[in-house]
């Protein structure tokens, strides 16, 4: 089979760790004789610098060919400026809602050998499992938003529809349906018209499926019970701001925002795959950067976008190993340990793909 996979490193450590994944890619396309041609595009600063917007169209139309994208990050304290209208951050955002990538798939998984990474205590992590549904292309991320009274007061908004609350809403059952059943949905309808609507909407989807277990729980409950008790979540859904918040709390639970993969999904196959790490630019450029969430990424799209499953599996068997064995990039060594830099744990990873899939 012959498959277009668009690359999108972006800015910082993006265009590093994007690297590793792609090579893993490589790696079991060779083996499996599979047909992947990458195509580069640019999104972000970078694109900024050298065509004047963070989302060519070129790069929009490399994307609406590909069968998925592999995406880095965006940003860094050279496109900062508060004042800018151009803005990094616009590249992946006009890709969200460009290629309709409506869900937001983000798996927070305990490595057990990663357990003393966390700040978090042992007992409370063991068993920590769950995957984060976002919805990707509502709510105030994409509202109306201005300035009015001469630009001294601002105002953003937030948007949904029941068929944005439903279709998503769906996506986190069916996936819970795979898993442990259990889906929680968050909101905070104590205060919010568009939660209330949400909620309602749940409570209707959640009667469509009484074989998984349903609950609702605030945003602020959440953001305790997430540290509290982790290993209780099974599949979380919520709104687009809710879920980027709760996210980056929950990749603490794994022990490294360095570790987390995602995919966003749109009907259909087409999927972006991206670390839910930022740009790292304080690390950037220095081979340092973790490249296991953006290796990950890949194993999603292997899996969501290509329907490869045993692939998909090799690979994240092979982080698996490959950190049993002990091998830790910086960011999640134990004090004192010995650390391999990006590439290293990428040809790591990628020669234990090759064995699996060889086997
Ligand atoms: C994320 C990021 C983005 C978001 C930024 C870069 C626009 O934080 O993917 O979580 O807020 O969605
Ligand atoms: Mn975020």
Same mark, same amino acid.
């Given at each position: 089979?012959?498959?277009?996979?668009?690359?999108?490193?972006?800015?910082?450590?993006?265009?590093?760790?994007?690297?590793?994944?792609?090579?893993?890619?490589?790696?079991?396309?060779?083996?499996?004789?599979?047909?992947?041609?990458?195509?580069?595009?640019?999104?972000?600063?970078?694109?900024?610098?050298?065509?004047?917007?963070?989302?060519?169209?070129?790069?929009?139309?490399?994307?609406?060919?590909?069968?998925?994208?592999?995406?880095?990050?965006?940003?860094?304290?050279?496109?900062?400026?508060?004042?800018?209208?151009?803005?990094?951050?616009?590249?992946?955002l006009g890709l969200r809602k460009g290629l309709g990538l409506f869900a937001n798939l983000r798996p927070v998984k305990l490595n057990p050998t990663l357990i003393n990474a966390s700040t978090i205590k042992p007992e409370v992590l063991a068993g920590t499992d769950l995957v984060v549904v976002r919805e990707l292309t509502g709510g105030i991320y994409f509202g109306e938003r201005g300035r009015r009274d001469n630009g001294q007061t601002a105002y953003d908004t937030m948007i949904y529809s029941t068929y944005e609350i439903e279709r998503v809403l769906r996506v986190a059952f069916d996936l819970a349906r795979q898993r442990r059943k259990k889906v929680t949905s968050v909101d905070k309808a104590n205060v919010l018209e568009c939660s209330r609507l949400?909620?309602?909407?749940?409570?209707?989807?959640?009667?469509?499926?009484?074989?998984?277990?349903?609950?609702?729980?605030?945003?602020?409950?959440?953001?305790?019970?997430?540290?509290?008790?982790?290993?209780?979540f099974d599949v979380i859904v919520t709104e687009n701001m809710f879920g980027d918040i709760l996210t980056d709390e929950a990749s603490m639970l794994a022990g490294s925002m360095g570790m987390l993969p995602s $995919?966003? *999904? =749109? @009907? #259909?196959? /087409?999927?972006?795959?991206?670390?839910?790490? %930022?740009s790292a630019p304080d690390i950037a450029g220095q081979g340092i950067a973790n490249p296991i969430g953006a290796i990950l990424s890949a194993a999603l799209l292997l899996r969501y976008s290509l329907g490869l499953e045993a692939e998909a599996r090799a690979v994240e068997?092979?982080?698996? $190993?490959? *950190? =049993? @064995? #002990?091998? /830790?990039?910086?960011?999640?060594?134990?004090? %004192?340990?010995?650390?391999?830099?990006?590439a290293t744990m990428g040809t790591l990873v990628a020669d234990r793909v090759a064995q699996a899939l060889t086997q």
């Open positions: 089979m012959a498959y277009l996979i668009a690359v999108l490193g972006g800015d910082g450590i993006g265009p590093e760790v994007t690297a590793q994944a792609r090579r893993v890619l490589e790696v079991v396309a060779e083996v499996g004789g599979y047909d992947f041609t990458f195509e580069e595009g640019l999104v972000g600063g970078i694109a900024i610098d050298r065509t004047g917007t963070a989302l060519p169209e070129e790069t929009l139309a490399l994307c609406q060919r590909a069968d998925a994208i592999l995406f880095g990050a965006v940003g860094g304290p050279k496109w900062d400026d508060p004042t800018a209208t151009v803005r990094p951050e616009q590249g992946l949400w909620r309602e909407t749940a409570l209707r989807i959640a009667r469509e499926y009484p074989d998984v277990a349903f609950e609702n729980l605030l945003v602020d409950a959440c953001a305790m019970h997430l540290i509290r008790r982790p290993a209780s $995919a966003s *999904l =749109a @009907e #259909g196959r /087409r999927g972006l795959y991206e670390p839910i790490h %930022g068997g092979a982080v698996d $190993a490959v *950190l =049993a @064995e #002990g091998a /830790r990039t910086r960011d999640i060594a134990e004090p %004192g340990a010995e650390v391999v830099d990006t």
